[in-house]
Structures are given as structure tokens and as C-alpha cells.
């Protein structure tokens, strides 16, 4: 689990790169490199406020350890401040 002070969609990843999405620390943020199909889908999500998973790592992997989750909260007192 990592906090961040921003978080960058890219939509450009490519389906011939291997990849299901990308994550990588970008000074005190987050980019997500993810395919223009997962875009689409994202920006659906948060039209209509609704949690959204993204996998990183490549496609034929077998086990997938880091996701980044786009969750929406209730109350944000239960969020990290700052």
C-alpha cells in the first residue's frame, strides 16, 4: 500500500507491449499506464461512482501482485489526510 500526493492515468500502453497496465512512483505520485480499452472502461467507473480494479503487470504471468484499486469511500474522515 503506497500514499500519494497525485495519481496519472496514461491511456497510451499499447496491447503489443505484453503489459495489462503499468505502475511506477513518479516523484511524489503515481502513473498508471494502461491501454486505451481500460481507459474507456475507467472513465465509465468514475461517471457513474463505481469502485474500478487495474492489474499491472504482464499478460502472461501467472500470479498478479499489485493492482491499484480506485475505491470510493462514504466518509472521508476514514481517509488518510494530507
Do not use: P
Not at 503489443?16 to 516523484?27: P, Q
Request: hydrophobic share 40%; glycine share 8%; proline share 0%.
Amino acid at each position: 500500500v503506497a500514499g500519494a500526493s497525485f495519481v496519472v492515468f496514461n491511456g497510451a500502453l499499447k496491447t503489443s507491449s505484453g503489459f495489462l497496465a503499468k505502475s511506477s512512483i513518479v516523484e511524489d505520485g503515481l502513473m498508471v499506464q494502461i491501454t486505451r480499452e481500460t481507459m474507456e472502461s475507467l472513465r465509465q467507473a468514475l461517471r457513474d461512482k463505481k469502485d474500478f480494479k487495474i492489474t499491472c503487470g504482464k499478460m502472461d504471468a501467472g500470479y498478479m501482485e499489485e493492482y491499484v484499486d480506485v475505491c470510493w469511500v462514504e466518509n472521508e474522515e476514514k481517509t488518510k489526510k494530507g
